[in-house]
Nanobody, 126 residues
Framework: QVQVVESGGGLVQAGGSLRLSCTAS??????????IAWFRQTPGKEREGVAF????????YITDSVKGRFTISRDNAEKKVILSMNSLAPEDSAMYYC?????????????????WGKGTQVTVSS
């Protein structure tokens, strides 16, 4: 059974930083065989793709609204994907989700991921 777990969320002041971690187990082909993405969602809004990293870690994509502030990386030996968030602003406040089991296509489409974690809350105060 696939399990996806996020951690690292919390309350931070504007301008601060957080590192979110995602780990997954039970995956066919193992953790290192899968691309992984981070999404975020606020109440009443659709889930938004924030960052994507391919299985080998050499291709990454960051959505425009956080480009230059967020980076995504992975350590397949540690079975972790890290979303590093700097210069956080109140509009970055959201529940952040890790998504695994990418089916191909447009990485920002939430429908193209098979497995999701329960999310970790990020709150940025002004």
């Amino acid at each position: 059974q696939v399990q996806v777990v996020e951690s690292g969320g919390g309350l931070v002041q504007a301008g601060g930083s957080l590192r979110l971690s995602c780990t997954a187990s039970g995956l066919q082909f193992g953790f290192g065989g899968h691309a992984i993405a981070w999404f975020r969602q606020t109440p009443g809004k659709e889930r938004e793709g924030v960052a994507f990293i391919n299985s080998g870690g050499y291709d990454t994509y960051i959505t425009d609204s956080v480009k230059g502030r967020f980076t995504i990386s992975r350590d397949n030996a540690e079975k972790k994907v890290i979303l590093s968030m700097n210069s956080l602003a109140p509009e970055d406040s959201a529940m952040y989700y890790c998504a695994v089991g990418f089916l191909g296509g447009a990485w920002k489409s939430a429908d193209l991921y098979q497995y999701w974690g329960k999310g970790t809350q990020v709150t940025v105060s002004s």
